[in-house]
């Protein structure tokens, strides 16, 4: 038998944040994809999905929309068509239709007047617009739900804001595509081994959700006593789920207003990493890719929070590669490699594992994001995507100065 020749090593391009008098970060970002490539893509009237997470109102630490619009613009100047793109979340927050979506990018300041293009929310207004599409190899998802509009554009750029995440180890560019890049119901498959449930003291009986499923799963036999603004009450039927006839779809979760149908997180997290590498395949396979991933402001938690806490290390540069699990070996290696900030999540994740005795192993012990969240391992994620070839863990890094 002819043993499989090992993968080369993919270019990861690097700069650091450093500046002088004659050239911004925005300039340097811009230097930096065309180091690495870019240009090899033939943009030529190709519609262009630029993957970003908009930031939760309230939270400080998502990129600036200055970054998108470097990112634009040079798309822009290869004779692309442009637009930032994000699907709506699974929980109940300020980005969960697209209206509300829209707005929040707006706050946010990604504007088309900031960015230089357009913003499409993925899977619609609901959530619901998706397109399904096939994962070769899928060892956990074999039809992957992704939002329509991302899968309609010929090429994808992944923007990515490097940082930690309590389920994920840390959000890297498979974070950004994978589950970002799934609908509502995408998101709930890769978060739930299981099925929803409704909270039934929020239901108001308006059967929004028994008209969408498609396996008759929904009944409104029970009741409750709903308080009207008048201080009055009435009697309401209210929503039940029948496990046996539901498949998990999530699609009452989109059609429900009043946000009473929860998904049930209980995936394990070494699952979730696997589903993300798999969503991720479906988003990049058979056409063009690009994936930028700025690590700064490296926050514990995902941009999704209603809030940010202090960045765990410094600021370390702006990396990019056609290779998203090599993008995300070198910023987690960069991370790695730096200083712990003090006053910080990790630090005293730190000192109270120390306290209580609680000790990780082997390449976890000094593994920031195994510190800051023990439950998690993003290793898996990266071991995942090797296996079902979306990309290699081993990278040339290539600093462009």
């Not at 707006?106 to 994962?135: H, R, S, W």
């Not at 946000?259 to 969503?279: F, R, S, T």
Request: glycine content about 8%.
């Amino acid at each position: 038998m002819t043993a499989t020749a090992p993968a080369a090593p993919a270019k990861v391009y690097f700069t650091n944040l450093r500046t002088h008098a004659r050239e911004s970060q925005l300039d340097k970002l811009k230097r930096l994809i065309r180091h690495a490539g870019i240009e090899q893509i033939d943009f030529e009237n190709k519609f262009v999905a630029i993957k970003i997470h908009f930031g939760e109102l309230g939270n400080l630490s998502f990129l600036r929309p200055n970054y998108a619009r470097a990112v634009a613009d040079v798309v822009k100047e290869l004779g692309g068509k442009p637009f930032l793109t994000d699907c709506n979340t699974l929980y109940v927050g300020s980005r969960k239709n697209a209206l509300e979506h829209i707005d929040t990018a707006y706050q946010n300041g990604f504007t088309p007047y900031a960015t230089g293009c357009q913003i499409i929310i993925a899977d619609g207004l609901k959530g619901t617009d998706e397109a399904l599409v096939p994962v070769e190899g899928g060892e956990y998802v074999h039809e992957a739900k992704i939002g329509q509009a991302l899968m309609d554009a010929d090429i994808v750029i992944s923007l990515t804001h490097f940082k930690g995440h309590e389920q994920a180890g840390f959000g890297g560019a498979m974070k950004n595509l994978g589950m970002g890049g799934g609908s509502r119901a995408g998101k709930m498959e890769q978060h739930a081994a299981g099925k929803p449930n409704v909270a039934t003291e929020h239901c108001v009986g308006c059967h929004a959700c028994e008209k969408i499923c498609a396996h008759n799963a929904i009944s409104f036999d029970g009741t409750r006593e709903r308080e009207l603004a008048s201080g009055a009450t009435r009697t309401v039927h209210v929503a039940a789920i029948d496990h046996d006839r539901c498949v998990g779809c999530g699609r009452c979760i989109a059609a429900c207003n009043q946000d009473c149908i929860k998904p049930g997180y209980d995936a394990a997290a070494d699952v979730l990493n696997c589903k993300i590498a798999e969503y991720t395949k479906a988003v990049v396979d058979g056409r063009p890719s690009f994936h930028i991933s700025l690590a700064m402001d490296i926050s514990p938690n995902c941009d999704c929070h209603p809030e940010n806490d202090t960045p765990i290390v410094n600021d370390i540069g702006m990396f990019a590669s056609f290779d998203p699990v090599a993008i995300d070996q070198a910023c987690a290696d960069a991370v790695m490699a730096s200083e712990p900030l003090p006053n910080t999540e990790l630090t005293d994740s730190a000192a109270k594992m120390e306290h209580n005795h609680e000790h990780l192993e082997g390449e976890q012990a000094k593994d920031p994001f195994c510190i800051t969240h023990p439950d998690t391992d993003w290793r898996v994620c990266i071991a995942h995507a090797e296996k079902i070839g979306l990309g290699t863990s081993k990278y040339e890094l290539i600093e462009v100065k």
